[in-house]
């Protein structure tokens, strides 16, 4: 093994039982839409525009953001920025969120 990776600050920190067994968890129960960065659904009425995977409505693509869960296309309106995911999968996370506090 070489220094540098002997010398990483955080390396040999012991990780969370629970941050990791919540996210593990989540993967399990997310199932992925879309691979990342596997590009959005063209809005079959419009030349140059995308859909929402969520709501279905046309945006031009950089309107729209990858969910890092599930992979779906969200619009401003089914997005969530405090846990950078779409609505769907937000409220997936706040239920396991809801049952650690119980």
Known sequence: MTLWK???PGKNQ?????S??????LKAEIPVM???GEPPA???RSFAQYSCDLCSTP????E?????????WACEACW???????KSCAGIIKIHQMKEND
């Open 20 to 25: 990791s067994n919540l996210f593990s968890r």
């Open 6 to 8: 002997k010398t990483l």
């Open 42 to 44: 063209k809005d079959p």
């Open 80 to 86: 969530k920025d405090e846990l950078y995911t779409c």
């Open 14 to 18: 012991p990780k969370s039982k629970d």
């Open 64 to 72: 729209l953001r990858q969910c890092v869960l599930c992979g779906r």
């Open 34 to 36: 879309r691979k990342q």
């Open 59 to 62: 945006h031009p693509v950089s």
